[in-house]
């Protein structure tokens, strides 16, 4: 049920801000802090991405298809750890369902190369990493700008 809630309101939530917002417009919320920026993911969480479109895509629901089968297979676990699956699961649904049909229904590309709408954008923290800080020192750095809902 928790994962049918969270698909609904990521679905109506995504379907407000392409019709409202246009990519790349942001509309500030608590200040600089937090905004809803519209914009388009074509990889993974983060934007990592590896492969072809259709490859991410088949891998989502591989592994959405896997923490099914374990939810079911421990279906008597502790119930916060089994509701937290469900967001993480009605999330990742969220996600397929923009990836297979978004890209058909808003730009005619072929089914699976959909990208996923994300529209949070979070300023966790954004500057100049002191020299100190192997790999990353004396650079530019904003860490998780843009989150999805689910």
């Not at 920026?37 to 969480?45: H, K, L, Q, S, V």
């Not at 991405?49 to 502790?78: C, D, E, H, N, R």
């Not at 949070?120 to 004396?138: A, D, Q, Y």
Request: charge should be positive; charged fraction near 15%.
């Amino acid at each position: 049920m928790i994962m049918l809630m969270v698909i609904i309101v990521d679905q109506v939530s995504k379907v407000i801000v392409l019709k409202t917002m246009y990519k790349g417009q942001s509309i500030p919320v608590l200040g600089e802090w937090l905004k809803l920026t519209f914009t388009e993911n074509p990889g993974m969480a983060f934007g990592i991405q590896f492969g072809p479109p259709a490859m991410i895509t088949i891998f989502s629901l591989i592994a959405t298809v896997l923490i099914i089968a374990y939810l079911y297979k421990v279906g008597g676990m502790y119930k916060p750890y089994r509701y937290s699956l469900s967001f993480v699961l009605g999330g990742a649904f969220g996600n397929i369902i923009d990836r297979v049909f978004y890209g058909k229904i808003l730009y005619d590309d072929p089914l699976f190369l959909g990208k996923v709408v994300d529209f949070i954008h979070v300023n966790v923290w954004r500057g100049i990493v002191p020299e100190g800080v192997p790999f990353l020192g004396g650079k530019y750095l904003a860490l998780f700008p843009i989150w999805n809902v689910a």
